[in-house]
């Protein structure tokens, strides 16, 4: 251990970078991992949340590396500011590169030289004719607090041109030399934010964690020597409070060092914590201001404290290192990833950031929100009238055209108008409009609609799309059969998007199963309907036709429910999802009818005697 200041206060350092001298750093394996790699020329970046001690393991590392015979520059972003334009900016950063690097360039008349060319290439030109020209071994540039530079507007050319110059490493060799150290509270997915720009997907994450008990041994060391024979059981209380957290656990000891001699006992220590940090007073604590601002000022505010509560109330939440809410989560500090899942980072944490907390930051304002609903609902009532007028007038129009033309293309493409005609607020029974169009004309004119058709895809698919859940065979005599057989011809001529092909399987499959049923195939008949209805569980015609099978097959409880299903589906209602069919039900006869049905022709292909076969049975 370093020598022990005459005032042992003077020993602990709670905020800050740590002096090089100080005797209370405690050193990490990111320590030694970060030194291995930049010495071998990796970029590397240590993006973690505030005061975990990345300005301390960066002023070290860059005393090593000057040990070793490497050039360093410690950048601070924050020196440099934000109320700045790229010229200001980049100006900054090479003024303080020639100040670091000791170079003799005079900066200010280097960058007037080239005011031609952009600021980005300035800069990178600037490290490529200027440092490595200067610097004959390898250059290592560590820039801090990157996360400064998310509110300028010109922060991803700034990340983009780091990027550029590692892939120059394979073209130009000189660039091997020169290696960049990342540091800040952002996430690698936050440094160029533009969707459409290659992301920051180079270097070595290096992870700093919080201080393990072992590694700690020197800040118990120091509270030994404050308070003689003390010392583990000092240190043991603030552990358990701290987990330790590089400046909670270094603040609680110098406060203990400061205390003054006495017993030190859990209690001692508690009250200690309570009015370093879970008091009213401490609440502008400048660890807990970061972590509450962090979380509070986000624009996610409400995804991160839904977040928050579940991993409080004790939810096991697993980490997903490409989810942005757990990312900003773990940076703002207040949770950290444990054994594959997200745990509040330490005691302290919970005591302050408790759910009154969450509940407090996630309340509703109701007032403006009703008032809010109240002008929309308005809104939506005149802009409703005034809508569904001009929908009306668009369906008078196909309608009237499509009984003027006798041409199967055109017919198709008014009944697509139609059935895409749509109220405000949803689906219109313009559907239902535009099949009484078709079924009103002769059986011919409705196969040519789908034979002789040569129009738009799109069209064609809408149409068939619309009306083939009204071709149920009701009467057990496949009398809806060609249609059907029309309609899977002209999906096969169609382009087919992934929609056409589904509908295309799904009809084949129910027309399998028609002429299974034809030859009294009744199981083979029930798995070509299941594959049917498992394309498309909201299709009544299949639904009624598989419950046919079923009642052949005896299994009249999935009988009955396939076809309260679709006489559900038929009237509009939302029903419970079919389930695939395989086994019988227990039925015993009785008098009371189970499922009866008032659905008008328009609404439905099923007329009210399509279930009076199941009328004698209930499920037992």
């Not at 798995?527 to 005896?554: G, V």
Request: charged letters at 25%.
């Amino acid at each position: 251990m370093m020598g022990v200041p005459t005032d042992v206060s003077e020993f602990f350092v709670a905020g800050g970078t740590l002096p090089l001298d100080v005797p209370s750093y405690v050193k990490r394996p990111a320590d030694d991992e970060l030194l291995l790699l930049v010495s071998a020329g990796e970029f590397c970046y240590v993006l973690t949340p505030r005061q975990m001690g990345k300005s301390s393991l960066m002023v070290r590392t860059a005393r090593r590396l000057e040990e070793q015979g490497a050039r360093t520059a410690i950048i601070d972003l924050t020196g440099i500011g934000t109320d700045v334009s790229a010229e200001q900016w980049y100006l900054g950063l090479i003024t303080r590169l020639k100040s670091q690097l000791r170079l003799s360039v005079d900066p200010e008349a280097w960058w007037t030289e080239r005011a031609s060319l952009g600021v980005v290439q300035r800069f990178t030109d600037f490290l490529h004719d200027v440092v490595l020209a200067e610097i004959e071994g390898p250059v290592v540039i560590l820039v801090d607090e990157i996360d400064t530079t998310l509110r300028l507007g010109f922060s991803d050319d700034f990340f983009a041109a780091i990027r550029s110059i590692y892939n120059a490493r394979a073209s130009n060799p000189a660039y091997r030399r020169l290696t960049f150290v990342l540091l800040g509270a952002a996430a690698p997915a936050d440094l160029i934010k533009d969707p459409g720009r290659t992301p920051f997907n180079i270097g070595h994450r290096i992870d700093l964690y919080e201080f393990s008990r072992e590694d700690a041994r020197v800040l118990q060391q120091g509270l030994e020597i404050a308070h003689p024979a003390q010392g583990q059981a000092i240190f043991d209380r603030i552990f358990y409070w701290t987990s330790g957290h590089p400046y909670l656990t270094q603040k609680l000891c110098l406060a203990v060092a400061d205390a003054g001699n006495g017993r030190w006992t859990n209690k001692r220590v508690d009250e200690l914590v309570e009015q370093s940090f879970l008091s009213e007073k401490a609440r502008e604590e400048t660890n807990l201001q970061f972590v509450r601002n962090k979380i509070l000022n986000h624009p996610q505010r409400r995804q991160l404290l839904t977040l928050y509560r579940q991993i409080y109330t004790g939810k096991r939440i697993g980490e997903d290192e490409r989810s942005l809410v757990q990312s900003q989560l773990k940076l703002a500090g207040l949770v950290k990833a444990k054994d594959g899942y997200l745990h509040i980072r330490n005691e302290i944490y919970r005591r302050v950031f408790d759910l009154a907390w969450v509940r407090e930051n996630t309340a509703i304002s109701w007032a403006p929100i009703v008032a809010g609903i109240a002008v929309v609902m308005a809104l939506l009532a005149i802009g409703s009238i005034l809508y569904n007028a001009w929908v009306g007038v668009q369906f008078q129009d196909c309608y009237a055209s499509f009984y003027q033309t006798q041409i199967p293309t055109e017919r198709v493409a008014h009944l697509a108008r139609i059935f895409r005609l749509r109220g405000l607020l949803g689906p219109t029974d313009y559907d239902y409009r535009a099949t009484e169009l078709f079924y009103g004309l002769p059986r011919e004119e409705q196969l040519a609609l789908f034979d002789t058709y040569d129009g738009e895809d799109s069209d064609l698919f809408v149409v068939i799309r619309g009306l083939y859940v009204t071709l149920a065979d009701v009467d057990g005599t496949n009398s809806t059969g060609a249609l059907l057989e029309a309609m899977a011809r002209a999906l096969s001529r169609l382009n087919g998007t992934k929609e056409m092909i589904d509908l295309r399987k799904e009809i084949d499959s129910w027309r399998s199963g028609r002429e299974l049923v034809g030859q009294n195939l009744y199981p083979d008949a029930r798995e070509a309907y299941n594959t049917a209805i498992a394309l498309n569980s909201k299709n009544p015609a299949t639904l009624y036709e598989r419950a046919r099978i079923l009642i052949e097959l005896s299994e009249y409880r999935q009988a009955l429910s396939d076809l309260d299903q679709a006489m559900a589906i038929a009237r509009r209602a939302p029903v419970p999802t079919p389930t695939p069919v395989s086994s019988g039900a227990d039925i015993s006869p009785v008098q009371t009818p189970t499922v009866s049905a008032d659905i008008s022709p328009i609404q439905s292909p099923f007329p009210a005697s399509a279930v009076v076969t199941l009328r004698r049975y209930r499920i037992t």
